[in-house]
């Protein structure tokens, strides 16, 4: 590629060129590694939030040169190396599968800010030194961005390669029993929920429900969980972003184990060796569970696995989302396996984790090894 375009824009000896060409380095390897999915305008914005501080260490002229030589694939690692200091402000359409990308902004780099939750903050303080701490996310404290608190952590994503993600959320309900209590006692009509519901199916609601287009919170919470695999298999998948950008959250209805085997191996690409090391790191987080004091002594609600890959065959998983996750009464102890009836408290945490390892083996042809 020539270097002329850049030569009649900046003299020589001008250090003007530096932030330019750090700014066309990260464009270009965007687009080739598809961090913006090769939409231009999107990469044009997003890179116009990156922080330079230039250095004099090299002049215009031998970054021209650099740039002259280098193709532009190799340029992640150019602008890597480079003396100029980058702060990346990565993307994350991972956040936005459970439709909460609001409450995540990028933070420096190797960490993610999430919006303030007293009960994550607490959660994430706990696991820290307990047996559960490898499969969470780090907790770096807390800091305020635009005069609101968030959470700094981890950022889960950062070890990876243009990863695809999958989003599972565990356990037989998603509410807390108090959010049932408080809905029953202050009952009011939702009309965005009843829009939810018929979106979803048109046959769902009542007659009384469809000539006041409207439903109870408690009546479409209890709904929305018995339509997915939340209430027949204790887990469901939330969302999948795919390593080409393309995200999917249609899995509202994806119910039976067959259904969901066949989410999987879309979200593998029939990779068996993904699938292998994915089941020995649910295999691991389960014998975890078993030894966690946090686990015994907390109702956890609304959590979700996280399923990490890229293209590298690097995988992980995470225990994520502790907004719900609540101390248990002093005394009171879960099975998270049994069934819930309101009162007791169950989360089917467990149940959950065992259905998803085995319909993980099955698709193996392994035998299933879970707990009786």
């Not at 701490?133 to 959470?151: F, R, S, T």
């Not at 006692?185 to 929920?193: E, G, V, Y």
């Not at 907004?323 to 309101?342: A, F």
Request: charged share 20%; proline share 6%.
């Amino acid at each position: 590629m020539s270097s002329k375009p850049f030569q009649s824009i900046f003299t020589p000896g001008s250090h003007q060129a530096w932030p330019f060409l750090a700014l066309c380095a990260i464009f270009f390897w965007e687009i080739d590694s598809g961090v913006t999915a090769g939409d231009p305008l999107q990469c044009c914005c997003c890179v116009s939030d990156r922080l330079f501080s230039c250095s004099p260490l090299q002049s215009p002229q031998a970054a021209l040169l650099c740039l002259q030589n280098k193709p532009w694939k190799k340029l992640k690692s150019l602008v890597q190396w480079s003396p100029c200091v980058i702060s990346f402000r990565k993307h994350y359409p991972w956040v936005q599968l459970a439709g909460h990308a609001g409450n995540f902004k990028a933070g420096d780099l190797g960490h993610v800010l999430k919006r303030h939750c007293s009960n994550e903050q607490q959660c994430l303080e706990r696991l820290g030194g307990d047996a559960l701490q490898p499969y969470v996310p780090a907790y770096y404290g807390m800091v305020e961005h635009d005069g609101q608190p968030y959470i700094q952590m981890e950022d889960l994503l950062s070890g990876f390669e243009n990863p695809s993600i999958m989003d599972c959320k565990m356990g037989v309900r998603t509410y807390l029993e108090e959010e049932l209590e408080k809905a029953r006692q202050q009952p009011c009509l939702r009309h965005d929920m009843y829009d939810k519901m018929m979106e979803v199916d048109p046959s769902a609601p009542t007659l009384e429900e469809h000539a006041q287009r409207g439903v109870l919170k408690p009546r479409y919470m209890q709904w929305r969980e018995s339509l997915s695999s939340t209430s027949s298999l204790g887990f469901r998948i939330e969302g999948v972003k795919r390593a080409s950008g393309i995200c999917s959250t249609s899995f509202k209805k994806t119910r039976q184990p067959e259904q969901v085997v066949e989410a999987f191996w879309d979200f593998l690409d029939k990779d068996k060796h993904l699938l292998s090391s994915y089941l020995d790191q649910l295999q691991e987080v389960r014998a975890a569970l078993d030894q966690s004091e946090f686990f015994k002594a907390h109702e956890v609600v609304g959590s979700s696995l996280l399923f990490v890959h890229d293209k590298t065959g690097l995988a992980r998983v995470w225990m994520i989302d502790f907004g719900k996750t609540v101390p248990l009464p002093d005394k009171q102890t879960l099975t998270h396996r049994l069934p819930w009836v309101e009162g007791n408290r169950e989360d089917g945490y467990l149940w959950g984790l065992e259905n998803l390892t085995a319909i993980m083996q099955s698709m193996l042809g392994k035998p299933d090894t879970s707990p009786t």
